[in-house]
């Protein structure tokens, strides 16, 4: 199957500044780290709860390993408010099972230093459908000038539109750590698309066509999203102003055609017409991969626990 051909991240999505306006800090290491991830968590006062995490989810042998690692760490305050979120009181009460999972969510295979995070989406080691890993969503406040000298003291590195590195480039034997201030849940599709702003109509039309719960549940599903470019392109077309114009029952018949049954990944996709839940859809795998012969599919794989979305540009008409 030919290789998609997608946008640059940059032009696809936008991210959203983050409120805090703390500067990161660089942490001061030495040439050569003495210790691996695990150690360095362990004796960091701040880092003891997830020291407790890693013990209890059994992947401390993992994260002692030659790796490298990238992890994103929470502080105690986050696992804190994790649990006070939660109603627990003690990690005792989230199950093994789910606890690995939001722990692998914070980890990435290779050594990445804030200066060389590049904005977009990254593939975690936490896994959702079919073992496919799951998206994070990595940004600064401003990207444009990531790569200066100055660039991680005046930017915000941000993950999933919510949490932000407070301590940056903590070096490790077997990798990196960049200390974060919230714990970063595995997304389901809801999620992702909430996350980046980019989605922003898409989620204001699923929440007005009550579909969220619908999609929020196992699945999976495999959504082509529309971004806010093509719901104002559509907008204009039907000489509305925007979603409020529509009503519920206009909205769901559009939407549940954007949708397909299962996890299908852009290396599943072939030339073949597709069922969604409202219908079918002709897709055309080429240079580029087309849907009914008028809409790009411009960004594949963003990875969520119960499916995958794939970016269009134009919103699908049944």
Same mark, same amino acid.
Do not use: W
């Given at each position: ?52 995490? @890693?013990?209890?989810?059994? @992947? ?25 979120? @939660? ?46 890993? !799951?998206?994070?969503? !990595?940004?600064?406040? *401003? ?125 599943? @996709? ?18 580029? !991969?087309?849907?009914? *012969? ?25």
């Amino acid at each position: 199957m030919p290789i998609l051909a997608v946008l640059g991240m940059v032009a696809v999505f936008t991210f959203s500044s983050c409120e805090k306006d703390d500067d990161v800090m660089i942490n001061p290491t030495p040439t050569e780290p003495t210790a691996d991830i695990v150690k360095l968590a362990s004796t960091n006062p701040d880092l003891s709860i997830l020291a407790e995490a @890693l013990t209890r989810a059994n @992947l401390v042998s993992a994260l002692e390993g030659s790796g490298p690692f990238t992890v994103f760490a929470p502080t105690n305050e986050a696992f804190n408010q994790l649990l006070n979120d @939660l109603g627990a009181t003690s990690l005792d009460d989230i199950s093994t099972d789910i606890l690995t999972n939001v722990l692998l969510y914070h980890v990435l295979n290779g050594k990445v230093t804030s200066m060389e995070i590049e904005p977009g989406y990254v593939n975690t080691l936490s896994i959702g459908p079919d073992n496919n890993q !799951v998206s994070l969503l !990595v940004g600064y406040n *401003d990207s444009s000038n990531k790569n200066t000298a100055a660039a991680v003291n005046t930017n915000i590195l941000f993950l999933n539109n919510d949490a932000s590195v407070v301590t940056a480039d903590v070096m490790a034997t077997n990798g990196v750590v960049h200390v974060i201030n919230k714990v970063l849940l595995p997304p389901n599709v809801v999620d992702l698309a909430i996350d980046n702003s980019s989605f922003s109509i898409l989620v204001e039309a699923v929440v007005k066509a009550e579909l969220v719960e619908t999609l929020m549940g196992d699945g999976p599903f495999t959504i082509f999203a529309p971004t806010n470019a093509a719901f104002e392109e559509l907008f204009a077309q039907l000489k509305v102003s925007g979603v409020q114009d529509l009503t519920k029952d206009q909205l769901v018949p559009i939407l549940l055609y954007h949708v397909v049954s299962g996890n299908v990944r852009s290396s599943d @996709l072939s030339s073949r017409n597709v069922s969604t839940l409202n219908g079918e859809i002709s897709i055309e795998v080429g240079s580029m !991969v087309t849907i009914n *012969d008028n809409t790009n599919v411009v960004y594949t794989d963003v990875q969520g626990v119960n499916g995958v979305i794939h970016v269009i540009d134009k919103v699908l008409l049944p």
